[in-house]
């Protein structure tokens, strides 16, 4: 009989092809013309895991966009992995920076270029491709195994809170692996031992009823635009920490151990200069660039607008200013409270003069994290290990996927991250692409990673 990494090797030209027809459906979630496209996606999961042996599939309406769930439980006194991952895409914009059309997809120079290459459909086809050779080769998997697979990722996951609450019976098990994501270099894997959470909310400052001559009304009012530099700017103190009260009081400090793993990755100040092309780096007091990265929160502005924005001049005194901000949150801060934080100190520092409002921007997602001997961080060392023939970094990992909190929230199982995108694939970006060798490695990764957890 063929053995599994036989049977994935022979295929290698066919699962190309289904990578091929994954990228070719335009599944956008932001944006409500692509609705069907999505949907249409999550038929196409849903007859891959057909085709790949397993059970119970189902297509689960979310009152937004789908989830794929599917199943294969005959593996007595073993433990129940969950596999997640999602098949919704971010928009194309601009298109005319694309080489090809971005749901053509190409195979070219080693790299399969698509939108959702990378971020994060052939990440996600490589789990179900790795089950199918196991099953089709022994018959059986060696664990149980259940997927989860969402439409609505990259707009923040809105619909699954309550879904995931409902269904936490159906969903149960003892972990869960992620295939979204990435690793460190093509040579370097990496563990991600956390994922910091998110918070959001837009700043609305009002000040006239509409805009007034600058000449006529200047040096009387208060210019909303100047309030609103003001507040954004008390958010801070000068060294970039965070100034508003109790944004730290539960913040998990790291352990030795943890900061000795940082302290082992070979990235610092002077890698991040060179990479970003900036002058120097800066951030909160007594803390390495990695420790700032992955394991302390912030609070960044992502948007500021307000007044005249064309070519030329208009003195004018703006009516209404605005801004947006988020927080990173790291384990033990509640994004809710955090917010709440926030509005607290807008509301303190509100100049009486204008009429300063907040708005939540986004969904609240938490943070999580495993410790480095969590028996699934331990299995997933063992295969990169194995793969790479390399100890991985052990590293955390600022950004944030929401349904992860809402895993570690609610069925009470840790998160282990287990993917294979590059940093440098483009992802959001024109001409995403996912390397070819990658796609093979994650289909023989995920198939020794569901043997090892035995």
Known sequence: MTDWQTYLSERQKLHQDDLVSFLGIPSISSLPEHKEDVALAAAWVADRLHKAGLEEIRIMSTGGHPVVYGQWMHAADK??????????????????????????????????????????????????????????????????????????????????????????????????FSADGSQWAEDQPALVIGRRGLCALQIDVKGATG???????????????????????????????????GFYDTVRELSNEEKAHFEAVPYGDQEVVSEL????????????????????????????????????????????AHAKISCRLVPNQDPEKILALVEAHLKKYAPPEVAVSTRKVAGLADPVSAPVDHPGNLAAAAVFKQLYNKKPFVVGMGGT?????????????????????????NIHAPDEFFRVASFELAQKAWGLLLETLT
């Open 277 to 320: 092309g900036i002058k120097g780096v800066f951030g909160e007091p007594g803390f390495s660039t990695c420790e700032r990265l992955w394991a302390r929160p912030t609070l960044e502005l992502n948007g500021i607008w307000g007044g005249f924005q064309g070519e030329g001049s208009k003195t004018v005194i703006p009516s209404e």
């Open 211 to 245: 805009d007034l001559h600058s000449g006529t009304y200047g040096g009387a009012i208060l210019n909303p635009i100047h309030a609103l530099t003001r507040l954004v700017t008390s958010l801070h103190h000068p060294n970039g920490q965070v100034a508003v009260d």
């Open 401 to 425: 996927i929401p349904v992860c909190g809402l895993f570690s929230r609610h069925l009470n199982a840790d998160v282990i991250n287990f993917s294979f995108g590059l940093k440098d694939e």
């Open 79 to 176: 433990p129940t992995v969950m596999i997640y991952g999602h098949f919704d895409v971010q928009p194309v914009d601009p298109i005319d920076l694309w080489t090809d059309p971005p749901f053509e997809p190409v195979i070219r120079d080693g790299r399969i270029y698509g939108r959702g290459a990378s971020d994060d459909k052939g990440n996600m086809l490589a789990p179900i491709l790795a089950l199918e050779a196991l099953k089709q080769t022994t018959g059986e998997l060696p664990v149980n195994v259940k997927v989860f697979f969402e439409g609505q990722e990259e707009i923040g996951s809105p619909d699954l809170p309550s879904f995931i609450l409902e269904h936490r019976e159906l969903l149960a098990c003892d972990m869960i």
